[in-house]
């Protein structure tokens, strides 16, 4: 009986001893977890701090470079227009070559302050409760014109059954929207066709843009929403672009918790499509985070 107690004895020495490690040793790992978790709060208040300074260079340099741009494309409209007397066939040449030059570097700072205010982590997008039908209404109205003057057609397919609204940023949306209506206009020939449509997916929203324009060529289809990137058939077709347009399109769609993607043959025309979730503050807090991450 002694020996039975003994033996049951060390048996609960060796559980207790047994536990007793594994609490030190969660409790060391408890520390680390918490010593992490504060060092990557700083971490990540350094990457939004970072982030501002960036946006705010950024939004200074294009403002101190957009002013002698103007000049300069003024001067140069001058120039061309005859203003300042007549000009040779080469002169004129040389000068429309500086003209639309200056046109791209227009384009180029434009393009880098949309991006910059589509990556800083979120701080510059105001989420409300906002009709995206408004939103594609005001870009119709605004491109109509543009349309008009290559004698494109320009309709907007509205929904079927009423879309809620939803919590996105109405000037990032607007701006994503209408790069995509911006680029089926350019890159659709005279008596071409742009159908804008809205959809109602139950969880989401759908937003496309159709047009029978150039397309996209097969094996250039994976790099089209890179930085910079402009395929052979559309920098033929097109002198000025930057390249930009479409990845500033990706980068608000994924920070509106949505996705983006494209249907295209080339010669034939494109159609490009995102989705907007219905969803509330406390989730487009989780996507925005899950954005800094990924940056």
Same mark, same amino acid.
């Given at each position: 009986?002694?020996?039975?107690?003994?033996?049951?004895?060390?048996?609960?020495?060796?559980?207790?001893?047994?536990?007793?490690?594994?609490?030190?040793?969660?409790?060391?790992?408890?520390?680390?977890?918490?010593?992490?978790?504060?060092?990557?709060?700083?971490?990540?208040?350094?990457?939004?701090?970072?982030?501002?300074?960036?946006?705010?260079?950024?939004?200074?340099?294009?403002?101190?470079?957009?002013?002698?741009?103007?000049?300069?494309?003024?001067?140069?409209?001058?120039?061309?227009?005859?203003?300042?007397?007549?000009?040779?066939?080469?002169?004129?040449?040389?000068?429309?070559?500086?003209?639309?030059?200056?046109?791209?570097?227009?384009?180029?700072?434009?393009?880098?302050?949309?991006?910059?205010?589509?990556?800083?982590?979120?701080?510059?997008?105001?989420?409300?409760?906002?009709?995206?039908?408004?939103?594609?209404?005001?870009?119709?109205?605004?491109?109509?014109?543009?349309?008009?003057?290559?004698?494109?057609?320009?309709?907007?397919?509205?929904?079927?059954?009423?879309?809620?609204?939803?919590?996105?940023?109405?000037?990032?949306?607007?701006?994503?929207?209408?790069?995509?209506?911006?680029?089926?206009?350019?890159?659709?020939?005279?008596?071409?066709?742009?159908?804008?449509?809205?959809?109602?997916?139950?969880?989401? #929203? /759908?937003?496309? $843009?159709?047009?029978? !324009?150039?397309? &996209?060529?097969? +094996?250039? *289809? @994976?790099?089209?929403? =890179?930085? %910079?990137?402009?395929?052979?058939?559309?920098?033929?077709?097109?002198?000025?672009?930057?390249?930009?347009?479409?990845?500033? #399109? /990706?980068?608000? $769609?994924?920070?509106? !918790?949505?996705? &983006?993607?494209? +249907?295209? *043959? @080339?010669?034939?025309? =494109?159609? %490009?499509?995102?989705?907007?979730?219905?969803?509330?503050?406390?989730?487009?807090?989780?996507?925005?985070?899950?954005?800094?991450?990924?940056?």
């Amino acid at each position: 009986m002694i020996v039975f107690y003994i033996i049951a004895l060390v048996l609960l020495g060796l559980i207790f001893a047994y536990f007793y490690r594994r609490v030190l040793s969660f409790k060391k790992r408890y520390k680390y977890f918490v010593c992490e978790n504060n060092r990557l709060r700083e971490e990540n208040k350094k990457i939004r701090r970072l982030a501002k300074i960036k946006s705010e260079f950024i939004a200074m340099t294009v403002h101190q470079l957009r002013t002698p741009l103007a000049k300069i494309k003024w001067i140069l409209y001058a120039f061309i227009s005859g203003d300042f007397g007549p000009l040779d066939g080469k002169q004129k040449d040389i000068l429309e070559g500086a003209y639309h030059a200056n046109e791209n570097m227009v384009l180029l700072l434009k393009d880098l302050l949309d991006i910059s205010k589509t990556e800083d982590a979120g701080l510059g997008y105001q989420f409300a409760k906002s009709s995206i039908e408004t939103v594609a209404e005001g870009l119709m109205k605004s491109f109509s014109l543009a349309a008009k003057q290559k004698k494109i057609g320009l309709v907007f397919e509205k929904p079927k059954e009423p879309i809620p609204d939803i919590m996105m940023d109405s000037r990032k949306i607007s701006l994503a929207l209408g790069n995509l209506i911006d680029n089926a206009i350019k890159y659709t020939g005279e008596g071409g066709m742009v159908e804008v449509s809205l959809e109602n997916s139950g969880d989401c #929203v /759908k937003i496309s $843009v159709k047009d029978n !324009g150039i397309g &996209i060529p097969e +094996e250039e *289809k @994976e790099k089209i929403f =890179t930085q %910079f990137f402009r395929a052979k058939n559309a920098e033929s077709s097109i002198e000025d672009g930057t390249g930009l347009g479409l990845y500033i #399109v /990706k980068n608000i $769609v994924k920070i509106h !918790g949505g996705k &983006i993607w494209f +249907e295209s *043959k @080339e010669g034939e025309g =494109t159609v %490009f499509s995102f989705s907007i979730p219905f969803r509330e503050e406390d989730e487009i807090k989780k996507d925005v985070e899950k954005f800094v991450k990924n940056i």
